[in-house]
């Protein structure tokens, strides 16, 4: 199976900077088939960018993906209060499908 | 606007069987545009995708739990279904049930349901 690795594990940001977030592939994953979510506490994933760089429906252009191969990248431009949270990136390209370990953006 | 709705016991017993139900509202899981699926996340940790199934009946699963899980669509075509036989209490997890297009991401996510294993 694919695994994904994210890092970091903990990412300690003040509102208002740029948060850049890494998943790395332990083989490479198409570009139309890698995902990001974010979680809160207590709440369900919401997806926020699908096929590596396009954003959900409703999601702010603060939210950015990039990235091919091995090597991705979920990039939020200026933080938000509410941007605090963990996000994950997920690769539905080979079953089974799998999620990485997550990082925690938390307020500095 | 489609919703997606956990239910099920919050406690199974050890060697038991985990039923839980999915009911969906706002859309038909008879379209062919759509899969349906299971993920979990145990306490603290992260998600694990446990399998989709399709309007079809076409099931797919993850390796680690295939011998135990079963989906499957209610005849009502309202509900999809999950069973995971032979709890043990690395089951107990919040488990999330899940709607994705024809090979993009889980967009839509029901709320969650907690399931402990324990005697």
């Known amino acids: 199976e694919i695994v994904l690795t994210q890092s970091p594990g903990t990412l300690s940001l003040s509102p208002g900077e740029r948060a850049t977030l890494s998943c790395r592939a332990s083989?490479?994953?198409?570009?139309?088939?890698l995902a990001w979510y974010q979680q809160k506490l207590g709440q369900a994933p919401r997806l926020l960018i699908y096929?590596?760089?396009n954003r959900a429906t409703g999601i702010p252009d603060r939210f950015s993906g990039s990235g091919s191969g091995t090597d991705f990248t979920l990039t939020i431009g200026r933080l938000d209060p509410e941007d605090f949270a963990v996000y994950y990136c997920?690769?539905?390209?080979?079953?089974?499908?799998?999620f990485g370990q997550g990082t925690r953006v938390e307020i500095k | 606007q489609v919703r997606l709705q956990e239910s099920g016991p919050g406690l199974v017993k050890p060697s038991e069987t985990l039923s839980l139900s999915c009911a969906v509202s706002g859309a038909t899981i008879t379209s062919n545009t759509y899969y349906w699926g299971w993920v979990r996340q145990p306490p603290g940790r992260g998600l694990e995708w446990i399998g989709d199934i399709y309007y079809s009946g076409l099931t797919y699963y993850n390796p680690s739990l295939i011998s135990r899980v079963t989906i499957s669509l209610d005849t009502s075509r309202t509900h999809f279904s999950l069973n995971l036989t032979s709890v043990t209490a690395a089951d107990t997890a919040v488990y999330y049930c899940?709607?994705?297009?024809?090979?993009?991401?889980?967009?839509?996510w029901g709320q969650g349901t907690m399931v402990t294993v324990s005697s």
């Open positions: 083989q490479s994953v198409g570009i139309k088939y």
């Open positions: 899940a709607r994705r297009p024809y090979l993009r991401a889980f967009e839509i």
């Open positions: 096929g590596t760089s």
């Open positions: 997920q690769q539905y390209d080979r079953s089974p499908w799998t």
